[in-house]
């Protein structure tokens, strides 16, 4: 098949929809009035008039505090207010400023912890640099800080080990939680009790019967905590472990509890276990 040669561009011309080849393009550059290269002026349709603006920053400008926008003044005041406390998002601060003002620091890194579920590795961190920057006092882990119990003392009841930490004591630790406020204008409580088993391995028979209470105060999330902790490797063998919530139980909702000068009423709401949890604690036994 005979090859066009390089300077035959009377072909190209006539194939429409196809690009040109690099000789052709320096052709058709040559050819002023060729019908491509008008074409493609009028589709690309350049304004003369089409400049670009590259006046540099600091000649419309005599210094960078200057070139704010209206919407960044806008956010600057927004930040100012909050700054000043004129926001909304100041209250925050405010309560815990003066629920936490008579505490010194330590008091106050604990109930941060504890309140907002802060990660340990963060607050080990967070304590270092508070102890590069002065707070020599402080320890140097969330541990030391917190006052994490090392050695929990264990009795044997039921064929498992027991911790119990009583009822009384979980509903007043639990109650103040809550609002001063709430607790000054509440006259009564209810309370849930729970029990049944849960295992903690798949490896093994190793398994916890816990006793959980549960604090139910209306337009508030019901607040649970353990009220008694078993662990073994077999189901209670007896109902031992139930001894102290009862009569904790029954002495908490004969005199109620006392926070502060305030005592307020305690009633038990319900007792809440499935079918097998009922059989083993002999269904009328609480």
Same mark, same amino acid.
């Given at each position: 098949?005979?090859?066009?040669?390089? #300077?035959?561009?009377?072909?190209?011309?006539?194939? !429409?929809?196809?690009? !040109?080849?690099?000789?052709?393009?320096?052709?058709?550059?040559?050819?002023?009035?060729? +019908?491509?290269?008008?074409?493609? *002026?009028?589709?690309?349709?350049?304004? $003369?008039?089409?400049? @670009?603006?590259?006046? +540099?920053?600091?000649?419309?400008?005599? /210094?960078?505090?200057?070139?704010?926008?209206?919407?960044?003044?806008?956010?600057?005041?927004? @930040?100012?207010? %909050?700054? /000043?406390?004129? /926001?909304?998002?100041?209250?925050?601060?405010?309560?815990?400023?003066?629920?936490?003002?008579?505490?010194? &620091?330590?008091?106050?890194?604990?109930?941060?912890?504890?309140?907002?579920?802060?990660?340990?590795?963060?607050?080990?961190?967070?304590?270092?640099?508070?102890?590069?920057?002065?707070?020599?006092?402080?320890?140097?882990?969330?541990?030391?800080? &917190?006052?994490?119990?090392?050695?929990?003392?264990?009795?044997?009841?039921?064929?498992? *080990?027991?911790?119990?930490?009583?009822?009384?004591?979980?509903?007043?630790?639990?109650?103040?939680?809550?609002?001063? =406020?709430?607790?000054?204008?509440?006259?009564?409580? $209810? @309370?849930?009790?729970?029990?049944?088993?849960? !295992?903690?391995?798949?490896? /093994?028979?190793?398994?916890?019967?816990?006793?959980?209470?549960?604090?139910?105060? !209306?337009?508030?999330? #019901?607040?649970?905590?353990?009220?008694?902790? #078993?662990?073994?490797?077999?189901?209670?063998?007896? &109902?031992? @472990?139930?001894?102290?919530?009862?009569?904790?139980?029954?002495?908490?909702?004969?005199?109620?509890?006392?926070?502060?000068?305030?005592?307020?009423? %305690?009633?038990?709401?319900?007792?809440?276990?499935?079918?097998? =949890?009922? %059989?083993?604690?002999?269904?009328?036994?609480?």
């Amino acid at each position: 098949m005979q090859q066009p040669s390089e #300077t035959d561009h009377s072909d190209s011309r006539q194939r !429409p929809g196809l690009y !040109p080849t690099l000789d052709e393009q320096m052709f058709l550059a040559e050819d002023s009035n060729s +019908p491509v290269e008008t074409e493609l *002026e009028s589709s690309m349709d350049i304004s $003369d008039d089409f400049t @670009f603006n590259l006046t +540099p920053v600091s000649s419309s400008y005599e /210094s960078a505090e200057e070139y704010t926008t209206s919407d960044e003044s806008d956010e600057n005041g927004d @930040f100012d207010e %909050v700054l /000043s406390g004129d /926001s909304d998002t100041s209250n925050d601060s405010d309560d815990i400023t003066s629920t936490t003002g008579q505490n010194d &620091l330590k008091t106050d890194l604990k109930d941060l912890i504890n309140n907002y579920y802060v990660r340990h590795n963060f607050c080990d961190r967070l304590l270092k640099v508070l102890i590069a920057h002065g707070h020599v006092d402080l320890p140097r882990t969330t541990r030391g800080l &917190l006052g994490t119990v090392r050695h929990v003392p264990l009795e044997e009841r039921s064929d498992m *080990e027991y911790y119990y930490n009583g009822v009384s004591d979980q509903i007043k630790a639990n109650l103040l939680r809550y609002p001063h =406020a709430l607790i000054q204008a509440t006259e009564s409580v $209810d @309370f849930s009790l729970n029990t049944d088993g849960i !295992p903690l391995t798949k490896s /093994s028979r190793l398994c916890s019967w816990p006793v959980l209470g549960g604090l139910y105060v !209306p337009n508030y999330t #019901t607040c649970v905590f353990p009220v008694a902790l #078993t662990c073994g490797h077999t189901k209670p063998t007896n &109902l031992d @472990f139930l001894n102290d919530t009862i009569d904790d139980l029954e002495k908490v909702l004969k005199d109620g509890v006392t926070i502060g000068a305030k005592t307020m009423k %305690v009633n038990l709401r319900c007792i809440l276990a499935d079918s097998p =949890a009922k %059989v083993m604690n002999g269904n009328n036994y609480l």
